[in-house]
């Protein structure tokens, strides 16, 4: 399967412990955006990494939430004293850059806060 | 501030007829704008992609227009099927050099009647 992918799909937590999502892009795209969607909504932007790079974060980003890239490859996004407001789906999409904006996206994690 | 609007939230049409989507946005200074599949509890499957020297884009039964003078873009589905039935997300992105935030309608949920 050459798409995005990430895990894990669903996760269930109670509220006050750390959580860390992963995702793995497509391997040629250098551009990774991290965002998050709640029910009825559409998907909001969280981080957004060129390579190893986080070129970019949203204000909704809070001193709880870190994102990494190590070598420019997978991500991971952890949540540290996770609060029911957290729970949502988070998604993440890549892109090759280069000039294609063309946005792909994995199937997220749920995340669920007790 | 950019702001994207998808109306109708709902629609529903009985299977074989044409329809129309709606996305409007507030700032014409986009780089492209982007049309998306969501199914429940899935993440997005990009349909259609439109630069911002483009005016439409098509692909099988899918035709999107793009008009930035008037902040509007349209998805039309033709010979509509059960299978369609999905919440359909447009998103817009920023037209500045430095911008990597892409700002997404909340979606408009259809349902196609067999």
């Known amino acids: 399967d050459t798409g995005v992918s990430q895990n894990p799909r669903h996760k269930i937590t109670k509220r006050g412990q750390n959580v860390t999502f992963r995702c793995d892009p497509i391997?040629?795209?250098?551009?990774l955006y991290w965002y998050r969607q709640t029910l009825g909504q559409g998907p909001e932007f969280l981080t957004y990494f060129q390579n190893e790079a986080q070129l970019e974060k949203s204000r909704l980003l809070s001193d709880r939430f870190s994102a990494e890239r190590p070598k420019g490859s997978f991500s991971t996004l952890e949540i540290q004293r996770t609060e029911q407001g957290d729970s949502a789906m988070y998604l993440c999409?890549?892109?090759?850059?280069?000039?294609?904006?063309?946005?792909?996206f994995g199937s997220g994690t749920q995340l669920s806060v007790l | 501030k950019q702001e994207v609007t998808q109306i109708p939230a709902a629609l529903s049409v009985p299977e074989g007829e044409n329809l129309v989507l709606n996305c409007s946005f507030t700032d014409s200074a986009i780089y492209n704008l982007q049309w998306f599949r969501q199914d429940p509890g899935k993440g997005l499957t990009s349909l259609l992609l439109?630069?911002?020297?483009?005016r439409e884009q098509t692909s099988g039964r899918l035709n999107a227009s793009l008009d930035k003078s008037s902040g509007r873009s349209t998805l039309y589905i033709a010979a509509s099927q059960p299978g369609d039935s999905a919440t359909y997300l447009c998103a817009v992105r920023r037209g500045d050099s430095s911008a990597s935030k892409i700002i997404f309608g909340s979606g408009t949920r259809l349902s196609i009647r067999p």
């Open positions: 391997s040629e795209h250098n551009r």
């Open positions: 999409a890549s892109s090759l850059g280069q000039g294609s904006e063309k946005l792909f």
């Open positions: 439109i630069q911002s020297s483009q």
